[in-house]
């Protein structure tokens, strides 16, 4: 694990160590038609630059932040991926584990392979075993730096609805969600129906192929075999959907996963919603969608006014904790990280899990110290330079 310094590193060591199936490989990798969206959102966080400010005092640096009203030890989260068993035997449990291990805050996905219930109890079970080891603080103590020492708030997990055409089903996985303790409902809008992706029925079509089945490769490579719960979607959800996931939800924050413009954060604040996500899935639904980072921008020039209203959250291509600072300064409260969850748990379990979030957490206090800056308070729009992408 110790060649593992960046979060781009754990996708080469899943792959060295060969945990992960062609399949797998393919399942995670996997983006929407020609692939436009995921190089999109990849290349996106580096148009941006940072203004130093330098001679300030940044001894003590903390990347302290809440997420939707709770406490988090920094502004970012393990974002919903389905199907973790793909990647590890332990699946969302020994995901869990990871986050309880740092305090951080993680998105439970409809399609876990480990049931919501389960899911919930391994947080709690590795919480008591924190407590009971007298910690709450992080494992390596004896760094001397007094902010990285602190203890950390406890964990938490928000749940991700798949909306399903059958609303008994839809009402059923709300419920569970609630009394399993999930803290908030994101309700992914992105989905209506499931995106091309094209690696996945390359490997469909493959597997089909070697097994000497010549029209079911055909079929493969037009998407009647998907591995996702495509039929399941909703592709009729509407926004006056809202009151009645709403009303099953109750109190708590409610969250739309997969904003992609403007006009759809305003609409998301008139329906009540508390946070909306600008995200396009990590480049698997939408063709040319746009990164987030754009949609942040735009939501910037046309409708400032939802800033201060609707916890604005981004994902999608953010790998280094210093690119998760420029979101920050942007107006974002939060970031969600995808893909390297998967691989890092893949290569090494919870474990993984750890040294990914360690790595983003000094990357994100490092770059705040850089920035002359040492809480996420100062993290304003003018720290950093967007005018290049202002202008194009
Ligand atoms: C996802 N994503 C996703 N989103 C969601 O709302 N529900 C889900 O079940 C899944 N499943 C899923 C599986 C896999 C393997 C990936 C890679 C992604 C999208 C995810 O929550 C997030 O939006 C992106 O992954 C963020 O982009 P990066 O960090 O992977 O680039």
């Not at 964990?155 to 969600?177: G, K, N």
């Amino acid at each position: 694990i110790a060649h593992c310094v960046t979060a781009l590193d754990f996708e080469a060591a899943a792959a060295r160590g060969g945990v992960l199936s062609h399949s797998a490989l393919s399942y995670v990798s996997s983006s929407a038609n020609a692939g436009l969206s995921l190089r999109g959102n990849l290349a996106s966080w580096s148009r941006v630059a940072f203004r130093p400010r330098v001679l300030r005092d940044v001894h003590h640096a903390s990347p302290r932040s809440r997420i939707l009203g709770f406490d988090s030890p920094f502004p970012f989260y393990a974002s919903a991926m389905g199907q973790l068993g793909r990647s590890h035997p332990g699946a969302e449990v020994e995901l869990v584990r990871g986050l309880a291990r740092r305090g951080a805050h993680g998105l439970v996905s409809t399609v876990s392979t480990v049931p919501t219930e389960e899911i919930a109890g391994a947080l709690r079970d590795e919480q008591r075993k924190l407590a009971e080891a007298g910690t709450g603080k992080k494992e390596d103590g004896q760094s001397g730096d007094r902010d990285r020492d602190e203890a950390f708030p406890p964990s938490q997990l928000h749940f991700q609805l798949y909306v399903h055409r059958d609303r008994a089903v839809t009402l059923a996985r709300i419920r569970r969600a609630k009394q399993a303790g999930f803290r908030s409902l994101w309700v992914t809008v992105d989905t209506p129906v499931l995106g091309k992706r094209t690696s996945d029925r390359h490997v469909q079509a493959s597997e089909a192929l070697e097994l000497g089945l010549g029209q079911a490769a055909e079929r493969a490579g037009l998407g009647h075999r998907t591995h996702a719960p495509a039929g399941d979607f909703q592709p009729a959800l509407s926004w006056a959907d809202l009151a009645w996931i709403r009303e099953a939800w109750g109190e708590g924050p409610l969250v739309l996963k997969g904003v992609q413009c403007a006009e759809d954060a305003r609409l998301a604040l008139r329906h009540g919603c508390q946070g909306v996500v600008l995200s396009n899935h990590g480049g698997r639904q939408a063709h040319s969608a746009p990164d987030a980072l754009t949609t942040l921008l735009e939501i910037r020039t046309y409708c400032p006014e939802v800033l201060g209203k609707l916890e604005i959250l981004v994902d999608g291509g953010l790998r280094d904790g210093a690119d998760v600072l420029k979101a920050i300064c942007l107006g974002a409260s939060a970031v969600g990280v995808g893909r390297p969850f998967f691989y890092a748990l893949a290569a090494y379990g919870s474990r993984g899990v750890e040294r990914c979030i360690d790595i983003l957490s000094e990357e994100l206090v490092n770059g705040m110290r850089l920035l002359g800056i040492t809480s996420l308070v100062e993290a304003q729009p003018e720290m950093v330079n967007a005018s290049r992408l202002l202008n194009e």
